[in-house]
C-alpha cells in the first residue's frame, strides 16, 4: 500500500489521540486494554502499554508493571489477569468466580488479593521495565524502580524455565491457548482438537456483549478454552498433568528480549548480569534446535503431547527476529518469509497474524489472519536489530497510518487496515507513542 507522507502536523494529531487512549484507559494504578472488551489489567498488554506510557509519564509506566507485578504468585508466575474488584463479575469471562485464585492457587501461592487467573502471557514485562528506566534513568534510581522490580522479574523467568520447561529440552511452554497471546491461531488447532469442549451452557460468552462474533474465537473453541481452564484450576494449577503443551517461539523469543533486559537490570542494580546472559544464549540455541524449520522459512510451534511440529505459518515463527545472535542463514530466511508469498508484507503493510496463503487464513477473524500492533511493533525492532532499516521505516509508517485511521483498533484487515475487535485498545495507542518518539 502507498502511504501517505507523514507530516508534523499529522504526528501531532496521533499523538494526541494515543495519549487520550492511554488517559481514557487509566484506572488509577494500571491501564485496561479496552475500557468496554477487556475492563481488567492484562500481562503482556501492561508490559506494551508501559512502553508506549513512559513518553507520557514515565512514573505512571512505572507504576504499571509494579501494580502487575503486585498480582505475582510466589511461585513466580505473573497471571494473564489481575482482576479489579470494582468492574461487575458479568463484564469479562472468566471472572474471578472462575478462576478463584486465592482459595484454588493457594499451593503455588496466590495472593490473597488481587483476584487473578492461574495462567500466563508471553514475558515481555523485562524489556518493558528496561525501556521505562531508560526513559528516565534519574527519576528511575530516585524510586529505586530497577531494585523493586528485579527480584519480581527474575522469579518469573525462573517459574518459567523450571515448571514451565515441560518438553524437557530448555524452552517454556505454554498450557493454554491465552498464555501465548494469540488465542485462536490456527497452530493450536491439532492441539486443541484433543480437548473436550465444555457445555455451551456452563458458561456465558461476555466478549460477544461487545466484540462482533465474526471478529472473536468460534464456540466450540471457546467450550475448548474453558474446558483446559477449569481442569488447571481444579488440579491447583500445579503444572505437570497437561492435555495442551505447546512449545512457541514468540513466547519464548520474548523470553530471551527479556533475559537480556534482565542482564542489564541486574548489572544496574549490582545482581548478577552473567546468569541472565547465558540463560538467553542456552534459549537462543533451544529456539534454533527446537523450532526453527528452514524448510518454512520460520520458527514453527511444538506439540508437546503430540511430539510434533505443528506446520502452521504464523507471525509467532516471524517474532523471533527480535533476538540477538540469530544465525545469518535464518535471518536471512526470515527477511525472505516476510516479504515472500507466504506474507507478502510489503504489499499489505503490517503484517498479517497467519499466513495468506494459509488454509486456515480469515482476514477478520482474530488471529488467523488480521494484523495486529504489537507484533508489527516487535517486527520493527526486529528489522532494525538486522540493519534492514529501510524495511523498518516502511513497517512504521504502514503501523502510524493504520492505527490513526481505524481509531487505534485492536487489529485490522491485513488487505485494508480497515480497523476489527474494539477500539481505543490500549497498546495500539501505547506502541503508537512509542514508534513518534
Ligand atoms: C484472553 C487483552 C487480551 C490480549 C490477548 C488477546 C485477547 C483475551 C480474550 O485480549 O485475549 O486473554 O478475551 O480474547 O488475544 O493477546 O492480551 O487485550
Do not use: K
Not at 360 to 388: E, K, S, V
Not at 407 to 418: H, Q
Request: net charge negative; glycine share 8%; hydrophobic share 45%.
Amino acid at each position: 500500500l502507498d502511504q501517505p507522507v507523514p507530516t508534523a502536523a499529522a504526528d501531532l494529531t496521533l499523538r494526541r489521540g494515543a495519549a487520550r487512549v492511554l488517559l481514557d484507559n487509566w484506572t488509577g494504578s494500571s491501564t485496561v486494554p479496552s475500557r468496554t472488551l477487556y475492563p481488567h489489567q492484562w500481562s503482556w498488554d501492561s508490559a506494551f502499554v508501559a512502553i508506549g506510557l513512559r513518553h507520557l509519564s514515565p512514573r505512571r509506566a512505572q507504576r504499571e508493571l509494579e501494580t502487575l507485578l503486585g498480582a505475582q504468585w510466589a511461585d513466580g508466575r505473573i497471571p494473564h489477569i489481575a482482576f479489579n474488584p470494582a468492574v461487575p463479575l458479568d463484564a469479562y469471562f472468566p471472572s474471578p468466580d472462575f478462576w478463584r485464585s486465592s482459595q484454588a492457587g493457594a499451593a503455588a501461592g496466590a495472593p490473597a488479593a488481587p483476584e487473578t487467573s492461574g495462567i500466563v502471557q508471553p514475558p515481555v514485562h523485562a524489556l518493558a521495565a528496561w525501556l521505562v528506566h531508560e526513559a528516565d534513568p534519574a527519576e528511575s534510581v530516585r524510586r529505586g524502580f530497577l531494585s523493586r522490580v528485579y527480584a519480581g522479574l527474575a522469579a518469573w523467568h525462573d517459574y518459567l524455565l523450571s515448571a514451565r520447561d515441560l518438553g524437557g529440552g530448555g524452552l517454556a511452554a505454554v498450557m493454554h491457548p491465552w498464555e501465548p497471546g494469540m488465542d485462536n491461531s490456527p497452530c493450536w488447532d491439532v492441539p486443541l482438537s484433543r480437548v473436550a469442549p465444555a457445555d455451551p451452557a456452563s458458561f456465558r460468552r461476555a466478549d460477544l456483549d461487545h466484540g462482533h462474533a465474526d471478529d472473536r474465537p468460534t464456540d466450540v473453541d471457546y467450550g475448548r478454552y474453558v474446558r483446559l481452564a477449569a481442569d488447571y484450576r481444579d488440579g491447583g494449577y500445579a503444572d505437570g498433568e497437561h492435555a495442551f503443551a505447546v512449545e512457541d517461539p514468540c513466547f519464548n523469543a520474548l523470553l530471551i528480549v527479556s533475559e537480556y533486559a534482565l542482564a542489564r537490570i541486574a548489572r544496574a542494580t549490582g545482581a548478577d548480569p552473567l546468569r541472565h546472559e547465558q540463560r538467553a544464549q542456552r534459549l537462543t540455541e533451544a529456539l534454533v534446535t527446537r523450532l526453527w524449520d528452514a524448510e518454512a522459512g520460520l520458527f514453527l510451534c511444538r506439540d508437546l503431547v503430540g511430539g510434533e511440529l505443528v506446520r502452521e505459518r504464523s507471525i509467532a515463527g516471524l517474532v523471533p527476529l527480535i533476538v540477538p545472535g540469530l544465525p545469518d542463514d535464518i535471518v536471512r530466511a526470515l527477511l525472505d518469509t516476510l516479504d515472500g508469498p507466504h506474507f507478502r508484507a510489503s504489499d499489505t503493510g503490517l503484517v498479517a497474524s497467519y499466513a495468506l496463503s494459509g488454509h486456515a487464513f480469515d482476514r477478520t477473524r482474530y488471529w488467523r489472519g488480521p494484523a495486529w500492533f504489537n507484533t508489527a511493533w516487535l517486527i520493527d525492532r526486529g528489522l532494525r536489530l538486522y540493519g534492514a532499516d529501510g524495511r523498518a521505516d516502511r513497517l512504521r509508517a504502514a503501523f502510524l497510518t493504520a492505527a490513526g485511521t481505524s481509531g487505534f483498533a485492536e487489529y485490522v484487515d491485513p488487505f485494508t487496515g480497515e480497523g476489527r475487535g474494539t477500539l481505543d485498545f490500549a497498546w495500539t495507542a501505547a506502541l503508537t507513542l512509542d514508534l513518534l518518539a
